[in-house]
């Protein structure tokens, strides 16, 4: 029987440092709008796993669908925003 142990290492890429880069965090809090939207939007989908969908209910979902669209694209804007500054007249 071949141990696996010595193939371990070449099969890990990199040692976990245990903390978010600087980038990693400036990432997370230019997408904490979509994460929140996203997450309401789930909350309010759970809410009706085990009963009836109500017309209150259809609203729910609906205007927190159409909050992570909102925020999906005003995410799309700013990268798009940073990667193609406006030209100047």
């Given amino acids: ?6 193939l371990q290492a070449a ?4 040692a976990f440092v245990g903390e ?4 990693e965090l400036d ?3 230019r ?3 979509l994460i929140l939207a996203e997450v309401e939007l789930l909350d309010a989908q759970i809410m009706t796993l085990d009963r ?21 694209r005003d995410l ?3 990268a ?3 990667l193609m500054p406006e030209v100047g007249a």
């Fill in 52 to 72: 009836p969908v109500s017309e209150l209910d259809e609203r729910r979902i609906r205007r927190a669908r159409n909050r992570v669209l909102a925020a999906r």
């Fill in 20 to 23: 978010p880069s600087n980038a």
């Fill in 11 to 14: 099969v890990t890429a990199a």
């Fill in 31 to 33: 997408e904490m709008p």
């Fill in 1 to 6: 029987m071949k141990p696996i142990a010595a």
């Fill in 80 to 82: 798009t925003t940073v």
């Fill in 76 to 78: 799309a804007n700013k």
């Fill in 27 to 29: 990432a997370i809090e």
